[in-house]
């Protein structure tokens, strides 16, 4: 069974810090684009960062660059996620991915919500 469980989410004030945590099961990442994504209430999805498959590119959507770091740990089959100078706007509910491409995911997790008050 294939599983992706995302965890670390919680109530944190502007400028504050959470590390998000994704562990996958019944596939590794190794063999697949990862990342992280993000849906605010009524806003699109969005992505907002992810490694690539070809060449392990990290990339990351131009409001967290500076700010957000993703990391991968293929023995324990985890992705990370640390958010540091955190905004209000980053309230969200953060999903986990995976797939061949970082805009082609098969595997997502249930999400878990960040919610960064002012």
């Known amino acids: 069974e294939v599983q992706l469980v995302e965890s670390g989410g919680g109530l944190v004030q502007a400028g504050g810090s959470l590390r998000l945590s994704c562990a996958a099961s019944?596939?590794?990442?190794?063999?697949?684009?990862i990342g992280w994504f993000r849906q605010a209430p009524g806003k699109e999805r969005e992505e907002v960062s992810c490694i690539s498959s070809t060449d392990g590119t990290k990339y990351y959507v131009d409001s967290v660059k500076g700010r957000f770091t993703m990391s991968s740990d293929n023995a324990k089959n985890t992705v990370y996620l640390q958010m540091n100078s955190l905004k209000p706007e980053d309230t969200a509910v953060y999903y986990c991915?995976?797939?061949?491409?970082?805009?082609?995911?098969?595997?997502w997790g249930k999400g878990t919500l960040v919610t960064v008050s002012s």
């Open positions: 991915a995976a797939g061949p491409g970082c805009r082609a995911m098969d595997y």
């Open positions: 019944g596939f590794t990442f190794d063999d697949d684009a």
